[in-house]
């Protein structure tokens, strides 16, 4: 299985800033996602991280609000741009591993308040 | 389109009691589908899942799940409550049709009373 770490773990940040979220792996993952869990809320996906190529969003997400990178097989980012309240959120990296694409590995989340 | 619809936001029961979450599936193709809990102000773990092969899953700390394909559902079970098991509770599915991501249910929150 593979382990993913994301940084920061939490964040307090002023509306109107942005914040970049890292999310890495110990290990080759094919696919990479970004979900978002707003408070009380269930996961929603934001995008698929893409490597070497634009992330492709799910309806209600774009690319200017959620720059994605993905410049490899085992890392990820994920900026929130131009922050208001309604962005806080804990933001989930996952990964599928290389064997079965149907086990999905989830990071621990990135705390997110916009004052 | 895949999705899974989770019957009931909250659901309580008493200690020792039977615990039955319930989750129907919409997909075109055979899905993979998921149990996944979450703890409050902590991450998601993976309880069980199931990819095709035998229908009745066993999960962790006593859980399981059963896939009916006529029913198109997957609900999950425990004989037994326990206090620890007071968390958030996510039913997913996942395809080769979507692309492998995985689409989450609303989510249910298990109360269970002493």
């Known amino acids: 299985s593979a382990v993913i770490s994301q940084k920061p773990s939490r964040d307090i940040c002023q509306r109107g800033t942005s914040l970049t979220i890292q999310c890495q792996v110990d290990s080759q993952v094919t696919m990479m996602f970004w979900y978002r869990q707003q408070p009380g809320q269930s996961l929603t996906l934001i995008a698929t991280?893409?490597?070497?190529?634009?992330?492709?969003?799910e309806s209600g997400f774009v690319i200017d609000k959620f720059p994605i990178s993905r410049p490899n097989l085992t890392f990820s980012t994920l900026t929130v741009s131009n922050m208001s309240p309604e962005d806080s959120s804990i933001y989930l990296c996952?990964?599928?591993?290389?064997?079965?694409?149907?086990?999905?590995?989830f990071g621990p989340g990135t705390r997110l308040t916009v004052l | 389109a895949q999705s899974v619809t989770q019957l009931g936001s909250h659901v309580s029961v008493s200690e020792g009691a039977l615990v039955l979450l319930r989750c129907n599936y919409s997909s075109s193709v055979p899905p993979y589908l998921f149990w996944y809990v979450q703890y409050p102000n902590q991450g998601l773990q993976l309880l069980l899942k199931?990819?095709?092969?035998?229908?009745l899953v066993k999960g962790i700390n006593g859980f399981e799940a059963e896939f009916k394909k006529s029913e198109t559902s997957f609900h999950l079970t425990k004989p037994s409550a326990h206090m620890s098991d007071a968390a958030e509770y996510f039913c997913?599915?996942?395809?080769?049709?979507?692309?492998?991501?995985?689409?989450f249910g609303a989510g249910t929150r298990l109360f269970v009373k002493a």
């Open positions: 996952s990964g599928t591993g290389t064997r079965a694409l149907n086990e999905q590995f």
């Open positions: 991280a893409n490597q070497g190529s634009e992330a492709t969003y």
């Open positions: 199931y990819t095709s092969a035998a229908t």
């Open positions: 997913a599915v996942s395809g080769k049709t979507g692309g492998f991501k995985t689409i």
